[in-house]
């Protein structure tokens, strides 16, 4: 009895030690931390109508709605709650027009409670001075704007472009990295501009950018060992890539193992899952306020954050509007009525066409990249706007040329409103500070037209929004021969309609947007100096100055948009509703881009340029070596003999 009296005290000793150092062991409680997102917000403050498989629409969407999700997530989640925003909050309706003098943008931002932004590619469209006027008005009319971190810019010791902006930067403040302490936790928070988002923007010249991944390391320390945070968000406006070797966030989360949350923008992606790399949880929430982000973390001082769930969030109809949003909503679209749109003899919902099918989607442009139905409605929209704005001393235009990254919305079935149209070409303001690229024009040879077109079959691989569109070409091209040297044929439209092959000394008129112009030397840059052009003026003499070859009208700079606004406008009403009708040959690609694979030996190097017949000849060496290296021991051998 007393040996099992001793034997039970013993296990219950042991069994209470295991017990007490279990729960000794135990790490200590977690924190609940719930982080909503967005990113490429691009001005969409109203729901748009969305295509359904059915071929009817449903509307998603808007700042009111998406503000009322947020009010409705944090009721859920207390105080436990993050509000974050990767870049790209401007630039893509017409609501952006106001930008640089209201801030419509961030004053929305504020009023939905945003705690951190970052700045995006596209808010550099406006240029150095635009920009540091929007976070100027910002300022001014807020009495606490949304926090801005940026933590790679750099800016230049006394260049006058961008001094406003430096200057801004340190009134607003814009700043390095965040401590935000919600629920018992301290959270890091810090933005960067990829190196692809970085040559997305050329406007933002002199400000330059420091390497990211460089810049993530050194604020990753700061936060994990000076502030000691608890968890690391890092707002990406770098994007990633569905081959791995161009998604440069999830580079960046490899080498940069201590970010936690990285919140990823610039490329619209919608991931349904966080994409994890080690430790670091990739999230996208694709762009124009479709969905908001919802990621569930529990954070403990002595443990990686863990994701507990995550979601987005489909900003659809039957989310009711904010009432104060939707006001503020509704009056700027007033003013823009009034102060943009009037002088011009339009107004927001003001339809200027009909159009009886609905062109490629964005979704499809970039799974099924090449000629497009609306790529030729807007290309060809771009010399007919030449042609009239030049009247009596118009030069004849033989090409126009869009790059598909320049296409921000497609158009839909029904009626098309100028509102509509802007989203389509929403990029960009003018040498006169107005919205929207203007059109230039250039002449380029015909050897340099057959290079602009390899941008096509080899630069469009490794950048896909570099795909072009065209007017008045015929391309042939076989994907399987070498790269820069793949087009077979390229014949141009002469004034009298005819496709004829190109001449490779005639000089051609080409016209495009500012931005395609300044991105020739981007070309040159990522073809390893392979393809190489210039823009030059009639004599054949390079232009100094890209805005040289702007083309002005009656109302000034011709912008891209309203000259698709002007082509739509042109064309005769069919069905006798008052409206003109577009015509149907732009529902589809008409073989302006013609893609021919092909392993046939002569097809592989008729043609070829250089570049072929340099890897032809060292092929032949290469083939030729051993049998002459084995004739010339013979020949040895013999002589030896004799």
Known sequence: MTRKTGLAGFLFFVVFFICATTVTAQPPEERRLTILFTHDLHSYFLPQRHAEPDGGFVTIGGFARLAEAIKEERAAHGNAVLLLDAGDFSMGTLFHTLFMKESCELRLLDRMGYDAVTIGNHEYDFKPDGLARALAAARHKIDNPPVITASNVIFTDDDPRDQSLKEEFRRYPVQDYLVIERNGIRAGIFGILGEKAQVDAPFATPV??????????????????????????????????????????????????????????????????????????????????????????????????????????????????????????????????????????????????????????LAVMSKHPGETGLGNLITDSYRFAVEKAEGDRYEYVHTAIQPVGHIRDYMRKGPVTAADVFRILSLGIGPDGRAGYPLITGRLTGRELKQLMEVETTVSAMKRDAHLQVSGLRCVYNPRRLPFDRVMSLEVQDETGTFVPVESDRLYRVTANLYTAYMVDYISTVSHGLLSMELKDSRGVPLANMTDGIVSGANGEVKEWLSLVSYLQSFPDKTGDGMPDVPERYAAPEGRIVVKPSWNPVHLVRGGTAITWTVVALLAVVVAAPFLTVALMRRRRLKKLR
């Open 208 to 361: 330059t950018f420091s390497d990211p991944v460089e810049e993530c390391r050194r604020v990753v320390d700061i936060l994990r060992n000076r502030e000691k945070v608890d968890i690391v968000i890092c707002l990406s406006h770098t994007g990633t890539s569905p081959e791995k070797k161009y998604s440069e966030d999830e580079h960046i989360a490899e080498q940069v193992p201590g970010i936690d949350v990285l919140i990823s923008g610039h490329t619209h992606t919608v991931f349904t899952e966080p994409v994890v790399v080690g430790d670091t949880y990739i999230v996208s929430a694709g762009c124009y306020g479709a969905f908001l982000g919802i990621l569930e973390t529990a954070v403990s001082p002595e443990e990686k954050p863990r994701v507990l769930s995550y979601r987005l969030r489909t900003i659809s109809s039957d989310i009711p509007e904010n009432e104060v949003i939707a006001a503020e909503v509704h009056s700027f679209k007033n003013r823009i009525d009034d102060e943009i749109l009037a002088p011009l003899d339009l107004s927001f919902n003001r339809v200027i066409a009909h159009s009886n099918f609905s062109s490629e989607t």
